[in-house]
């Protein structure tokens, strides 16, 4: 357990657990629900229908889909529309480090954490759930990505806990999101304080105190404003829809793919 996030070996994870790692020189982290066999299923933006040569950078990083993987032939399945995407556990890392998401954490631990989205209060439900959760998205979808509201880190805190904003999402769940908004804000709402601060170390104090206190209250595991939902059921949840039904896909995609088990090529 560390201050800035709990670094782990692959042979610790298991299956259901959420692990993340960090891109762009921890700019940003990315997460998934580890389901096992090297595995890992995700959530990103849907597959891009338009021309490749498109110059939005914003799409670019943010995409988490493999070009092509070497290992296992069936690395990058998604289904057309969705945004729920299966790699393995190496196209998920780009040689970067793995990192699991604590659960259950007692609230003076929360709170010395330096960054949001590398732990939370809430308790995790048992790792089968889990799986099967994620692997239910991986086939229906999770409707949307956004960036604030409905993200990876999102993803991932739905599949582990089934907890999900009462009414439309306005404000999402991650952890991440939170510390992104929250730094400027108890920088800008610190400021009438500034005449009780003495000086700058004041002032750099009380900041931290109300950053701190804003991402405690938008935890899942503190927050009022959440409620268990089936995976099942998801599709009548405000702000979710998931994707069509085979049927209706096939008739769209003219090659679909079919979710076959990952076996690594062999080797020549």
Known sequence: MGLLSNRVERS??????????WRAVYAYSHHGIYVGGSKVVHF???????????????SS????????????????????NSGVVLTCLDCFLRNGSLYCFEYGVPSAVFLAKLRGGTCTIAESDPPEVVVHRAMYLLQ???GNYDMFEKNCEDFALYCKTGLLPVEEPGIGTSGQASSAIGVP????????????AAGPLGMATVT?????AGRYITDIGVRKDVA????????????FRLIEDEESVNKRSEKPKTLLPMKRKRER
């Open 228 to 239: 268990k939902v089936e995976v099942e059921k998801l599709s009548s949840h405000p702000g």
């Open 208 to 212: 931290a105190g109300m950053y701190c």
């Open 12 to 21: 610790e994870i298991r299956p259901g657990d959420h692990i993340y790692t």
């Open 44 to 58: 990103t933006r849907k597959k891009e229908i338009e021309s490749s040569g498109s110059s939005d950078s914003t």
């Open 185 to 196: 804000l108890a920088a800008l709402l610190s400021t009438p304080f500034k005449l009780l």
């Open 61 to 80: 990083l943010i995409s988490e889909i493999p070009s092509e993987c070497q290992t296992f032939p069936d690395c990058g399945f998604q289904l057309p």
């Open 140 to 142: 229906n979808g999770f």
